[in-house]
């Protein structure tokens, strides 16, 4: 049980484009998600956190505007890189945590974005 | 406000042999601590995790880390390295008494070679 997915496991786009990573809870209801950035032989730095039908919060330092997150639903939240550069690539890691769970969050594989 | 240390980088320990990846932690409250384990391009796998009650905490893959609240130390150990456990290992904290706090901070990591 407690499985994340994230789709995709890879993306390279363009510079200037936008780009949707999903994160999802496959077999429990997530209150709330985060969603992390770990630059190579680095550890995780939290981005933000969202709460299903609430607006992200957001950690000191990441633009709100240029990384879009919406937790639209108990399982589904998304992360859109708007306008990518090249310095947004990096490895995006999202997780959950069950309101049934007060201390432990569930990890995606992570997603590798790659901007040319 | 939380922290966690991994004060080495690089541990190098010969297949067979025991190893210790070691994690300090600094915490207002009570803590709880977990160990998670990555591999190249890949998410966050959970090895174990400590929230009350024994120190010795046994997890996944014969890992076992002990709580030690005196050195506010968390280090994971295993009696017998396998070259399959060269790795990337993060020891992460939450601050249980932080109930506005969901996310975890995690350690800088701790690269693992085992060496056939």
């Known amino acids: 049980g407690a499985v994340v997915s994230q789709h995709p496991s890879w993306v390279i786009c363009k510079s200037g484009t936008s780009v949707k990573i999903e994160c999802r809870s496959l077999d429990f209801q997530a209150t709330t998600m985060f969603w992390y950035r770990q630059f190579p032989k680095q550890s995780l730095m939290l981005m933000a956190t969202s709460n299903e039908g609430s607006k992200a919060t957001y950690e000191q330092g990441v633009e709100k505007d240029k990384f879009l997150i919406n937790h639209a639903s108990l399982t589904l939240s998304t992360l859109t890189v708007t306008s990518a550069h090249p310095e947004d690539s990096s490895f995006y890691i999202c997780s959950a945590r069950s309101g049934d769970s007060s201390y432990e969050q569930y990890f995606g594989p992570g997603t590798r974005l790659t901007v040319t | ?116």
């Open chain 2, 1 to 116: 406000a939380q922290s966690v240390a991994q004060p080495e980088d690089q541990v190098n320990v010969a297949e067979g042999n025991p190893l210790t990846v070691k994690c300090t932690y600094s915490v207002s409250g009570n803590p709880y601590l977990f160990w998670y384990v990555q591999y190249p391009n890949r998410g966050l796998q959970f090895l174990l995790k400590y929230i009350t009650g024994d120190n010795l905490v046994k997890g996944s893959y014969g890992f076992e880390a002990e709580f030690n609240k005196s050195q506010t130390s968390f280090h994971l150990k295993k009696p017998s390295a396998l070259v399959s456990d060269s790795a990337l290992y993060f020891c992460a904290v939450r601050d249980w008494e932080d109930n506005y706090g969901q996310n975890f901070v995690f350690g800088p990591g701790t690269r693992l070679s085992v060496l056939p």
